[in-house]
Each structure stands twice: as structure tokens, then as C-alpha cells.
């Protein structure tokens, strides 16, 4: 009996020194310009199934402008090709974000990382009038059109939105933030969150997703890594020298009849009861 409450601690410890789930919430990608200006042309996008948002944003670090489809626990974001070279700007280049819950929780994924060997490196995002906005986690990578990265929403940040002390340090999902920032009001659209996003990828990059969805928890199957009521699907193409976007998947909070909409000949939306998905050709 004197050994059962040591372990029962030692248990209880090491448990909370394990990072909680993490969400991905955002997922970004830079399209052909057909696609980027058809997208809000579409009535049934613009006013049924997403809450659509274009702006500029200006950071410590970088300067850009996207269009956000943005749903009750999630969003897409969209950016065109631009010459500069910088990541994002690229046709092709995408960035799955996952988002702690909860302040602090960033700090045991980092330390996870150090145990398991896993290089990151971390960005100290502030918005242009100084207001600390996130901090960002990366791992480090070879040259590659793919980015993964964990964010932090900064006390300063929440703070400036109106978030109180107590509220800060709660543990907080990206719906219970938008519903905070909508003064409690029902989200207007059809967007839930993401269910699943299918990829093409060679060995090199398979590595680099493969550390970084272990690091997240989320469990490996033969095709697809899962967690947290998100999947990651791939298929090994060993003739690509990047990675590609099958289709995104995402849930919808209503039933709709079938429907197919041409935002491009690149990208097709389809809708099926309710559920969503966007296919890249």
C-alpha cells in the first residue's frame, strides 16, 4: 500500500506535463488568381456557407493579404501568387496551424520536442501597433512547399480583445473564442470545422509530417494520421518534388442538397447533405 501513493503521483504528474489536444484550426493556401477572385462571387459561398472576410495584415514580421473563409471552429485562408519568393507566396505552398487550447500548454509541446530530439524553432508574433499577438512553433524543415506550425494566442492579445484575467486562463477551443469575439451569437453560416485533408508527398517530406503529427499526438495508420476528430491523409508519389492538396474536407452544420460549384479549372467545391470538400486538380 506505501508504494501506491508515490506511483499514483508520479502518474498524475507526468499526465499533466503532457501536452492537452491541440486543434487545427486554420489551414492556408496560396491558389491559382482564377480561384482567388471567384471565390467570393459565389452566393451560396458568400452567404450560406462561410462568413467571407478579405484583408491586410501587417505583422512584426511580415505584410500580406488574404481572403478567410472563416467557420464556427475553423478557417481557410487564401492568398495569391506573388513575387517575392517568400513562402506562401508560391503557387502550391499551404500550411495546416494547430492551436493550443490553453496558455502554458505551448511550453510542454516544446519540452516533449526536446525529449523526442525534434528541432523547432518559435516566432514571437506581434501585430503592428506592438500588441504581442501568438507565438508560433515550427519544426525545422528542408526546402519544401508544406508548413506545419503550433500557435499560441498571447495574454496581451486576448487581453485587447476583452478577454478577462480569468477567462485568459481557462482553457479555450476556437469556437468558445469566436463566440466570446460574437458577443455569444449564433455563428451565421454553414462552416463547422475541418474533417480531413488528403495529400500527395514524397519520402523526404514524409518525415518532417510524420515528427510533427507524433509531436501533436495524433496516431499514425497506414494511410493517414489522426487526432482529435482531424485526419491527415497521404499517398507516397516518389516522382514529386513537392507536396500536393487532393482535397480539403470539412463539416457543415446543416444538411444541403447535392451541389457542384467551378471556382476554377483548378479548384471544384462540392457539397454532399453535410459536408464539404474542395478538390485540387
Request: net charge positive.
Amino acid at each position: 500500500m506505501k508504494y501506491i501513493l508515490p506511483l499514483l503521483l508520479i502518474f498524475r504528474l507526468a499526465f499533466a506535463q503532457q501536452p492537452k489536444p491541440t486543434d487545427c484550426n486554420t489551414i492556408f493556401l496560396c491558389v491559382d488568381p482564377e480561384t482567388y477572385q471567384n471565390i467570393f462571387l459565389n452566393s451560396f459561398i458568400k452567404d450560406t456557407l462561410f462568413v467571407c472576410r478579405e484583408s491586410s495584415t501587417k505583422t512584426n514580421i511580415d505584410s500580406y493579404q488574404a481572403k478567410y473563409l472563416i467557420g464556427k471552429s475553423a478557417t481557410i485562408e487564401l492568398f495569391q501568387p506573388q513575387e517575392t519568393g517568400k513562402f506562401g507566396d508560391q503557387l502550391g505552398d499551404f500550411g495546416l496551424e494547430f492551436k493550443t487550447r490553453q496558455i502554458g500548454e505551448q511550453q510542454k509541446l516544446i519540452r516533449l520536442a526536446q525529449q523526442k530530439g525534434i528541432v523547432l524553432t518559435t516566432e514571437n508574433i506581434k501585430l503592428q501597433d506592438s500588441i504581442p499577438w501568438y507565438t508560433s512553433v515550427k519544426l525545422t524543415k528542408n526546402q519544401t512547399n508544406l508548413e506545419l506550425s503550433n500557435i499560441e494566442y498571447q495574454n496581451q492579445y486576448l487581453a485587447y480583445l476583452g478577454f478577462t484575467g480569468d477567462q485568459i486562463k481557462q482553457e479555450m477551443t476556437f469556437e468558445d473564442f469566436n463566440k466570446k469575439m460574437s458577443k455569444g451569437r449564433n455563428y451565421p453560416r454553414a462552416f463547422s470545422n475541418f474533417e480531413s485533408i488528403s495529400i500527395r508527398i514524397n519520402k523526404k517530406d514524409f518525415k518532417y509530417l510524420e515528427d510533427f503529427c507524433l509531436l501533436h499526438q495524433m496516431k499514425k495508420t497506414k494511410n493517414a494520421f489522426k487526432g482529435n476528430g482531424f485526419s491527415i491523409y497521404y499517398n507516397f508519389d516518389a516522382q514529386m518534388n513537392s507536396v500536393a492538396i487532393i482535397n480539403l474536407k470539412f463539416k457543415l452544420i446543416h444538411t444541403y442538397p447535392d451541389k457542384k460549384i467551378n471556382l476554377s479549372s483548378h479548384v471544384v467545391l462540392q457539397i454532399h447533405r453535410n459536408s464539404g470538400i474542395f478538390l485540387f486538380q
